[in-house]
């Protein structure tokens, strides 16, 4: 239960929510399932006790996340900036979903919500929320942010309001960042959550099919191409890394979400530990990382790439070349070498 956390305020965010306010729920950079899904969960609840909510993104999902119902009302900072200015100035609460400092929303919008004097309220799984925040749920042990909301939900009574949209919505973020129930599990909670929102009637084999086979031609072929001409593999460090330049992308007309989970094919390979995707940006090299057992990634990721996550999967941000960051990385992970190898598979 959430009142057993350490961080949770719950009863004092329900208080904040006992008379319709304008309410803003923000989603982190690179929109994933669950923070997408989460926002849209928490939206079908609040606009059943009459609040004015306003879904806020910093750029758009990937396509096989924008058939969630009403994805199409979620304002895009990117592409109107203004709109969203004025939704942040005229808000009573601002909800963080799925991210635990601001800059992981980007640049431009994390000045903005900097610098709103809105109650903010903290709804997130990472670990090492920054202190910015009024109001906090903050759980690493949750499978996702859905899951959290979920049981806000149920903590405060209000099961009945677990509707179809409610629980397809939540759904998504719970099946996206456990990788379809196979990482991110610590207990029975989320096949619990999991049968609970199945009861609601929604259509879980048609969600997985949206979800998971839903790739454009483009995407399937940039896959392959990741795997068979990309794939490195250093079996004496136990570390795989798959890197894609920004030519590479832009020959198989890369979108948003076309390389989630190649990371999870470089994991795959037998006796590797950890594994690394590197996709070149206009100013950056963006790295997301994936390990097994106890070889904690987001601490390499929070040293060396300013950046973070969970044990397991992390990521972060270099500003230096992809050469220079590749080398980088092998001598990160020839210095943790010792500790790899202590890694049982």
Known sequence: MLKDLKYNEYQKISEQLNKPRKIILTAHASPDGD???????????????????????????????????????????????????????????????????????????DTLLEKSKTVKVLIDHHPNPNDIFDYKISDTSASSTAQLIYQFIIDLGHFDKINKVVAESLYVGLLTDTGSFSYSINSEKPYLMAAA???????????NQRIYSAFTEDRLRLTGFAISEKLVVNHELRFAYIAL????????????????????????????????????????????????????????????????????????????????TIKKLNDIFTQNKEEINTVLL
């Not at 904690?296 to 044990?311: D, Q, R």
């Open 35 to 109: 923070t997408i899904g989460s926002c849209l969960g928490l939206y079908h609840y609040l606009i059943q006790f009459g609040h004015q909510v306003k879904v806020v993104s910093p750029n758009v999902a990937p396509s096989f996340l924008q058939w969630l119902a009403n994805y199409e009302q979620i304002l895009i900072f990117d592409t109107d900036a203004k709109a969203v200015e004025q939704e942040i100035m005229d808000a009573d609460l601002i909800f963080a979903i799925d991210y635990n400092t601001f800059h992981r929303i980007g640049k431009g919008l």
């Open 197 to 207: 929102l199945y009861n609601t009637g929604i259509d879980i084999q048609a969600i």
């Open 245 to 324: 330049t920004a030519e590479e992308l832009k020959q198989f007309k890369h979108q948003s979400g076309d390389t989630e989970g190649l990371v999870n094919y470089a994991l795959s390979v037998n006796n590797i530990v950890a594994a690394v995707l590197l996709t070149e940006k206009e100013d950056k090299i963006r790295i997301s990382f994936r390990s097994k057992g106890n070889f904690a990634v987001n601490i390499i990721a929070n040293e060396h790439f300013k950046g973070g996550g969970h044990k397991n999967a992390a990521g972060g941000n270099s500003y230096i070349s992809m050469s220079d």
